[in-house]
């Protein structure tokens, strides 16, 4: 039996590969150009990514999912048989699959019938659909038990989970619609407003990885290219870490403000329990320096990040697809 954990995400689509020791086996953009009227296929992943901002009008680029939820069954079906192929699952072998997909927490019924839909039109058999909170929180190292609540946070492209669990379930917890897109999409005005440079969403994804940071002393300067606000011109300026650090810090504050809701009005023992315990924190803004540190320092408490956090959601699935028992605890069912 094949056994791949996915991360099926609104920016980025991860895939581990339980069964044998191949780890990650895929971690692609999820998007998918299209042409035309009849909305043909181009490119999907990767290589539709590279054509962000490239593009003649005829050509479109389309992101299936969005928030965590499926918004093009067509592209999204499409986009997960071709990561299929790329990993070696063709059709002749897919009903071999066990397949777990990771869901945003409080995912409601209807949406998960669109998973639902989804794995059968790409011709899944064995399907398990899993709240994303348990998912990050084992792949971040944690050990959940009945009598030790903890907290995790995870922030992704489009979706970020906060919520306090335990091997008996999710205690409080919520999915939010704020995630690292945003904060792109800030970074490109922010360039804009003070450079008088417009950049496209790419550069300033890249921007943001590379240079960005919550630091109070953020450090580190890069050159933006793309054309001037004032005469359209191709152009090009540099930009300094400290100018973009609010770009990042709103939206962190927002999600911080969400998960102080999610911590609010626990009972004694289990607040004592994920005090005692610290945030276990993931996802790929934690790779931004001093991200988990203010994070942290926000919310009052001591932090976990494991080495990878970006790949934390779909590593979990993994841990879950070799413990029987476990699995079936956190299963949502249909």
């Known amino acids: 039996m094949i056994k791949l954990s996915i991360d099926l995400g609104s920016s980025m689509t991860k895939i581990y590969r339980a069964d044998t020791n191949s780890g990650i086996v895929l971690a692609e953009p999820s998007c998918v150009a299209i042409v035309g009227e009849d909305e043909e296929i181009k ?4 290589e539709a990514k590279n054509l962000i901002g490239k593009t003649a009008e005829y050509t479109k680029i389309v992101y299936p999912m969005y928030e965590g939820i499926i918004v093009d069954m ?3 079906t499409a986009m997960l ?3 299929f192929s790329r990993i070696g699952i063709k059709k002749t072998t897919v009903h ?4 777990l997909f990771s869901i945003p927490c409080g995912l409601d019924e209807k949406q998960l019938e669109e998973y639902a839909a989804l794995a059968e039109e790409v011709g899944l058999k064995k399907v398990y659909f899993v709240e994303q909170p348990y998912l990050a929180a084992l792949g971040g190292g944690a050990v959940l038990s009945d009598t030790d609540p903890i907290c995790c946070l995870d922030i992704g492209g489009g979706v970020s989970n906060a919520a306090v669990i335990s091997a008996n379930g999710i205690i409080s917890g919520m999915s939010m619609n704020v995630g690292g897109n945003n904060m792109d999409a800030n970074i490109v005005s922010k360039i804009a407003n003070n450079n008088h440079v417009l950049v496209g969403a790419l ?3 890249r921007i943001k990885n590379e240079i960005g940071s919550l630091s109070v002393s953020a450090l580190g300067t890069m050159v933006a290219e793309g054309s001037s606000t004032e005469n359209g011109q191709p152009c090009s300026s540099s930009v ?3 100018e973009l650090t609010d770009c990042i810090r709103v939206y962190i504050n927002k999600i911080v403000e969400y998960t102080m809701g999610v911590l609010w009005g626990l009972p004694a023992e289990v607040a004592a329990a994920v005090n005692r315990n610290g945030v276990y924190l993931s996802g790929g803004i934690m790779k931004i320096s001093h991200a988990p540190q203010y994070i942290a320092s926000k919310l009052g408490m001591r932090f976990h990040v494991c080495e990878e956090p970006q790949f934390a959601t779909v590593l979990g699935g993994g841990v879950l697809l070799q413990d029987k028992v476990l699995l079936s605890r956190f299963v949502r069912k249909i």
């Open 74 to 76: 067509r592209l999204a």
């Open 43 to 46: 490119a999907i992943g990767k």
């Open 240 to 242: 300094q870490a400290a």
């Open 203 to 205: 550069t300033a994804e």
């Open 81 to 83: 048989k071709e990561f």
């Open 96 to 99: 071999r699959v066990q397949a």
